[in-house]
């Protein structure tokens, strides 16, 4: 499973940023995703999941409000919608398959990195 994330870059408190996320991953419908960052000097944490058919989603107390997670299965494709970004959503980003309790189940891909400058 190749995983990749992009849209990352420098925004301002405040500011909207969409990531999204391509995996090379067959049949990828059948799977729940999710979103994780990874601050400097902090562990990898869970920021969002999405199950196979868009019904059910999660959200980490600290983005819950301001970030929406989505997918398009028909491009294998999840994405990441961040509002009202703050300086702590400074972090690198990452997208993986999950368990149904929004464990990371695969090898890390490619993170995105997002700086949130005051």
């Known amino acids: 499973v190749q995983l990749q994330a992009c849209g990352g870059g420098l925004v301002q408190v405040g500011d909207s940023l969409r990531l999204f996320c391509t995996a090379s991953?067959?049949?990828?419908?059948?799977?729940?995703m999710g979103w994780f960052r990874q601050a400097p000097g902090k562990e990898r944490e869970f920021v969002a999941g999405i199950n196979w058919s868009d019904e059910v989603t999660s959200y980490s107390d600290s983005v819950k409000g301001r970030f929406t997670i989505s997918r398009n299965n028909g491009q294998n494709t999840v994405y990441l919608q961040m509002n009202s970004l703050k300086l702590e959503d400074t972090a690198n980003y990452f997208c993986?398959?999950?368990?149904?309790?929004?464990?990371?189940?695969?090898?890390w891909g490619r993170g995105t990195l997002v700086t949130v400058s005051s």
């Open positions: 993986n398959r999950v368990t149904r309790s929004w464990n990371p189940r695969d090898a």
């Open positions: 991953l067959p049949s990828f419908s059948t799977y729940p």
